[in-house]
């Protein structure tokens, strides 16, 4: 039972990327699917949130606009497509699975994946 992030990789600033999480061994839209990023020296942070059964998402305020969460039930996965990237959205990014959004928080964490590098360029 697992998370697996991909996706991740080096891009301009401007250009975009879309992360996956994948899930094995459960059904992802039976949980809330959080997504995180930590940057060098930072804490970790949410930054968007999709609730169980996909109804509501969330975003910070930092990519509000810019990022948008969606799902594929079909692949069992959850996706963070990520458009007009800038430096400082370089960070380790992080899908958990878990009980309930609050905000772009996560509650009653289960399955936390291991991260995916992106780094963007100016």
């Known amino acids: 039972v697992q998370v697996v992030e991909s996706g991740g990789g080096l891009v301009q600033a401007g250009g975009s990327l879309r992360l996956s999480c994948a899930a094995s061994?459960?059904?992802?839209?039976?949980?809330?699917i959080g997504w995180f990023r930590q940057a060098p020296g930072k804490e970790r942070e949410g930054i968007s949130c999709?609730?169980?059964?996909?109804?509501?998402?969330y975003y910070a305020d930092s990519v509000k606009g810019r990022f948008t969460i969606s799902s594929d039930n079909t692949n069992n996965t959850v996706y963070l497509q990520m458009n007009s990237l800038k430096p400082e959205d370089t960070a380790v990014y992080y899908c958990?699975?878990?009980?309930?959004?609050?905000?772009?928080?996560?509650?009653?964490?289960?399955?936390w994946g291991q991260g995916t590098q992106v780094t963007v360029s100016s």
């Open positions: 061994g459960f059904t992802l839209d039976y949980y809330a």
């Open positions: 958990a699975a878990g009980g309930y959004c609050s905000g772009v928080g996560l509650l009653e964490l289960r399955y």
């Open positions: 999709i609730s169980s059964s996909y109804v509501s998402t």
